[in-house]
């Protein structure tokens, strides 16, 4: 099994800047697609930005130009750095990838728990 914790999540005034962590660990052959996802109460969760294997990026028309994901692939890490932050940018982050897991080699997506990002006007 392997597993996703996020880290880096806290409460910033509008216009600041955080930035979030995801470490991967457990028993993992390797890591494909890593994505960040926000959640808010009452609304579906939303993918916010993406990096394959390969490193080729995708966002939300709504983050474009303000977040950067990236990813350390002998760490197991993927990062969302956000910037010009805005109070629609509150909730909860989810980090989500694409495992291969040993014996089977089958891919299986796993989530962590989240961590909070909260963005005062």
């Known amino acids: 099994q392997a597993q996703l914790v996020e880290s880096g999540g806290g409460l910033v005034q509008a216009g600041g800047s955080l930035r979030l962590s995801c470490a991967a660990s457990g028993s993992i052959v390797r890591i494909n697609d890593m994505r960040w996802y926000r959640q808010v109460p009452g609304n579906q969760r939303e993918l916010v930005a993406t990096i394959s294997r390969y490193g080729r990026t995708n966002y939300a028309d709504s983050v474009k130009g303000r977040f950067a994901i990236s990813r350390d692939y002998a760490k197991k890490m993927v990062y969302l750095q956000m910037s010009d932050l805005k109070f629609e940018d509150t909730g909860v982050y989810l980090c989500?990838?694409?495992?291969?897991?040993?014996?089977?080699?089958?891919?299986?997506?796993?989530w962590g728990q989240g961590t909070q990002v909260t963005v005062s006007s």
């Open positions: 989500n990838a694409d495992i291969e897991i040993p014996i089977s080699k089958a891919e299986h997506s796993y």
